[in-house]
């Protein structure tokens, strides 16, 4: 594994823990200038690190986008005093391109700053920035320095750390998402490792997030390790509490689950173990109990890839039909798919709809 998984299990739970106060200095940031811009300034003027820079620059422009022409006014004159605010808007000015270019006000104002200040003067938007981005993509903070913040007894500079502890651990909140891009046996190292540092009510959103993910894709494979883990550690077992089964694992599969967490009620199991989407299949007849109806060789050969969901585009290429057509029927029904935007259905609710003749038993 990369990252020390220590340090990653305390930066990934910091950020969570940090979220919900952190989406409120969000909104706060977004409220009259007089409660708002102190907050701004409690937030960039603590984020001074090379590392940070882009951090302070997305706190700004959020708080630009709402207040236009009298919070540029207000960021300007810091600047006219400040070679952190300097650079900090200078930063921003470089974000978009579309955004800010379509502010003549901002790139205006950007320039003037450049101007007067050498150590901007050879500013160039398209290379300085994305060295700015990559040390902030690059950076491994544990948001140990924002800790004792938390506690503050001004709600400001609470806000505040919580903000910029969050901004700084959504490395490893990431990192622990793209486990399944890891090796099995490193991506379960790491689902148990965040297990271990996570505090007990955690421990479901686990089962619900990372530890489903690997399941999904790795499950059939690591389910005698599962076991093995799951019999010698409580932990584990509430854990996989969280876990739903989904259309991606066989009914096969979720029974050796299951048979792991009959020491615990219906009430401690999240959605009764069961995903909407697949009680939804079953409803409807569709579900046969295996994650690829039909072998994923015959698949492949009707859809190109054996994919678990597939947008509209993909199905109506496939089907002969437009891509209209195919969002008819899923709003209407007869497609078991999904009703937001992005208008994709899973993978056995195509074949069961399209492919009736494919088998579903093998």
């Known amino acids: 594994m990369a990252e020390d998984p220590r340090k990653l299990a305390l930066a990934y739970w910091r950020h969570h823990r940090a979220a919900a106060d952190a989406e409120r200095a969000d909104r706060e940031l977004e409220g009259p200038p007089a409660t708002s811009f102190p907050l701004l300034c409690t937030i960039v003027e ?30 300007s004159e810091r600047a006219a005093t400040s070679a952190h605010w300097r650079r900090v808007l200078v930063i921003v000015a470089s974000f978009g391109p579309k955004a800010n270019q379509q502010w003549p006000e901002l790139q205006e104002v950007a320039s003037l700053v450049r101007g007067a200040d050498a150590a901007l003067s050879g500013w160039e938007p398209n ?103 799951a019999h010698a550690d409580l932990r584990v077992r509430r854990m996989l509490c969280g876990v739903w089964q989904t259309s991606a694992i066989s009914d096969a599969l979720w029974a050796r689950i299951d048979a792991l967490l009959t020491e615990f009620s219906s009430h401690d ?30 698949i492949a050969g009707l859809l190109g890839e054996a994919k678990t969901r597939y947008s509209d585009e993909e199905i109506a290429q ?4 437009t891509v209209d057509e195919v969002r008819a029927e899923i709003d209407a029904g007869t497609l078991m798919g999904s009703s937001s935007v992005s208008y994709s259905a899973p993978l056995v609710a195509i074949l069961a709809r399209y492919f009736p003749e494919v088998r579903r038993d093998i």
């Open 46 to 75: 603590q984020l001074t690190d090379p590392a940070d820079e882009e951090d302070a620059a997305t706190a700004a422009k959020r708080w630009l986008d709402g207040h236009r022409a009298e919070g540029l006014s207000m960021l």
């Open 318 to 321: 496939h089907v002969g039909l």
């Open 127 to 229: 290379r300085d920035h994305e060295a700015v981005f990559e040390a902030s993509r690059t950076r491994r903070d544990t948001g140990e320095r924002w800790i004792m913040k938390l506690e503050s007894a001004s709600e400001r500079e609470r806000l505040a750390a919580a903000w910029c502890l969050y901004r700084a651990t959504d490395w490893a909140s990431m990192e622990a998402f793209d486990s399944t891009e890891l090796p099995m046996r490193e991506a379960w190292d790491l689902v148990l490792n965040l297990a271990r540092y996570a505090r007990d009510e955690e421990l479901t959103f686990l089962g619900a997030g990372e530890a489903e993910n690997v399941i999904e894709k790795y499950g059939d494979e690591l389910i005698d390790r599962i076991e093995r883990d």
């Open 269 to 298: 199991r999240e959605g009764g173990g069961q995903s909407p989407g697949l009680r939804r299949l079953r409803s409807k007849g569709i579900w046969q109990g295996v994650p690829f109806p039909g072998g994923k060789e015959r």
